[in-house]
């Protein structure tokens, strides 16, 4: 679908904020409410919007996430759509089938590890005879950068997703909102209120609650970005010393990319992960010789997947349950 500025306006503002209303939303476009929601309805028809999205921070339901990066071997169509399945019956945020020297990552979060390495088990024991290598990583922090080149700026917000808050003691209906929000951010305080059989002010109320206690982290949408003809890009990075003054240069330095949208800190094989969207791979290959150029000496690898299909994009697993 060929964007023009006033769509990717309003792609912009979405993802800086998907809850905000139509009103709000035409007043920063300065286009009528009408003129808006008709553009919001065509993207989602074509399909460019995939989901409005509210995320949650993962501390504050006492989760932590973690990846694992398989790679496969001899597998058919079928195995795929296996795969698949297995993955939804998992309490994953995020997994994705990649092309590069990883075949399929997935993202659980658990409370605790024994109950990840349950998880672990799980997976290599219904896709043991395909592996061939995997490897394990947990998310220690995600700085998210938002979609600035829709508009051709550079990133103006920064906001951490792990950061460090308590775990919260939430009821089930409470948790029950949280998950509506998390497959539609859009959704109203009447229409949450008749799902969750709240009254509208009980809604209101613990809606503000959770944005000042740090449970609701951002609303942004979920794009099919090749409908737009961009392609979603996954570098992990291996440094010789990642160390907290490398680490505040670095995140410096990515906050001046544009098609940056997420700066993935870990731990395991290698140090982080950067999110980039971008229209073709010589852009990639020309963010990386940036990239190297000016962090000469101090990278000693760098490892490129292609997003290939995302399974889910969440931050609340739809299996989670109060204990």
């Not at 964007?3 to 503002?13: F, M, N, Q, S, V």
């Amino acid at each position: 679908m060929q964007l023009d500025a006033l769509d990717k306006k309003i792609l912009y503002e979405l993802d800086r904020n998907s809850r905000q209303s139509l009103v709000q939303l035409a007043k920063k476009i300065r286009r009528s409410r009408t003129t808006v929601d008709f553009r919001i309805h065509r993207l989602k028809q074509g399909n460019v919007i995939r989901n409005f999205v509210t995320l949650m921070r993962p501390s504050t339901l006492g989760l932590t996430p973690y990846k694992i990066f398989l790679q496969l071997q001899s597998v058919t169509e079928e195995d795929v759509q296996k795969i698949a399945s297995v993955i939804e019956t998992l309490p994953s945020h995020w997994s994705a089938k990649v092309n590069g020297s990883w075949d399929f990552i997935i993202g659980v979060m658990t409370n605790n590890v024994k109950k990840f390495n349950i998880l672990k088990m799980k997976i290599l024991s219904d896709l043991g005879p395909h592996i061939v290598k995997r490897s394990i990583s947990t998310t220690t922090e995600i700085t998210h950068f938002g979609r600035d080149y829709l508009v051709g700026g550079k990133h103006k917000e920064v906001h951490q997703w792990v950061a460090d808050f308590l775990p919260l003691n939430l009821t089930t209906t409470e948790l029950q909102m949280l998950k509506l929000l998390s497959m539609n951010s859009r959704l109203t305080v009447k229409e949450i209120s008749q799902e969750t059989e709240l009254d509208a002010l009980t809604v209101v109320h613990k809606l503000k609650r959770f944005s000042k206690q740090g449970v609701i982290y951002m609303h942004n949408i979920s794009l099919n970005l090749d409908t737009i003809g961009f392609s979603a890009f996954k570098v992990l990075v291996y440094f010789r010393y990642y160390t907290p003054k490398l680490r505040e240069t670095f995140v410096s330095y990515c906050q001046t990319r544009p098609h940056l949208i997420n700066l993935v800190e870990c731990i395991g094989e290698w140090d982080v992960e950067l999110d980039f969207e971008l229209p073709r791979i010589e852009d990639l290959y020309q963010e990386l010789r940036d990239l190297r150029s000016a962090f000469a000496g101090q990278i000693i690898h760098t490892d490129i997947l292609l997003v290939e299909k995302e399974y889910g994009y969440t931050t609340i697993p739809a299996t989670l349950s109060i204990e």
